[in-house]
């Protein structure tokens, strides 16, 4: 059974559990749920050259795979045959880049899902109704939310799936943030936890958003964080650190 700190401040597993597995991978999602209390993972994804939504940070093959040049420039299949694990370790070499289908069919009934669309899309409005498309194939409109820093990537994605929930992510707490979601049919904040505070938790709570704080890594960070009595979701790369932190805060 969950203590009422982890209940309060669930963890998110950031790409999965990108600090001991290489992000945005099977394998990173699978170690995420080695942890029972991991009830979150966070991904990411872009559209392949067939329009296919595969799960990847970057818009460019370099820095996680032994790919080079853009994801869009390459189909699904050849996407599929890259190597996206060696880069962080060679225990994981040709760990493949996964089709977000994957995903959904891994986490279906065991876990909720943070998919941010990346920004920067040729046609944002296809990459959204192809990913909602597959969410609604799998039925699983209650277990995700679609985030974006892109505004108009979550107004297209309320247009093309009303009933998903969406949110907005930000690095800056602006004057008028919260109306500005509401004016958006957002209902989730993702936000850098150094803008974390308890008037900016309280007027969201009032408002009926739900906050994410990302990423946090570091152990003291963490423990300031889980600490706050407001309700909020703690995105970490660190599942380990984040229960490290949410035990010595009961035992304060």
Not at 45 to 51: I, P, R
Not at 58 to 77: F, H, I, Q, Y
Not at 162 to 180: S, Y
Request: hydrophobic share 40%; aromatic share 6%.
């Amino acid at each position: 059974m969950q203590s009422a700190k982890a209940l309060s401040h669930p963890c998110v597993a950031h790409r999965g559990w990108s600090g001991g597995a290489p992000e945005n991978t099977m394998a990173a999602f699978r170690l995420a749920l080695t942890e029972p209390s991991v009830r979150w993972i966070e991904l990411d994804v872009h559209l392949s050259k067939d329009e296919v939504p595969v799960v990847i940070h970057d818009s460019t093959l370099n820095r996680t795979t032994n790919g080079k040049g853009k994801v869009r420039d390459m189909t699904a299949e050849q996407l599929s045959r890259l190597d996206a694990g060696s880069w962080f370790h060679p225990t994981y070499a040709g760990e493949p880049v996964p089709m977000l289908e994957q995903v959904l069919a891994f986490a279906r009934g065991r876990c909720r899902l943070n998919i941010e669309l990346k920004e920067g899309a040729l046609d944002g409005g296809l990459l959204v109704r192809r990913v909602a498309g597959l969410i609604r194939a799998y039925r699983m409109d209650d277990e995700i939310v679609l985030t974006s820093f892109d505004r108009r990537l979550i107004e297209r994605a309320k247009e093309s799936a009303p009933n998903l929930r969406t949110g907005l992510i930000t690095d800056k707490k602006p004057k008028g943030l919260v109306q500005r979601l509401q004016s958006m049919q957002a209902s989730f904040l993702s936000i850098d936890h150094k803008q974390i505070s308890a008037s900016l938790l309280k007027e969201t709570e009032a408002a009926g958003i739900r906050v994410m704080a990302w990423t946090v890594n570091h152990p003291a960070d963490l423990a300031r964080l889980a600490s706050m009595p407001e309700p909020f979701q703690i995105c970490t790369n660190y599942p380990d650190r984040w229960l490290a932190a949410v035990k010595e805060g009961i035992c304060r």
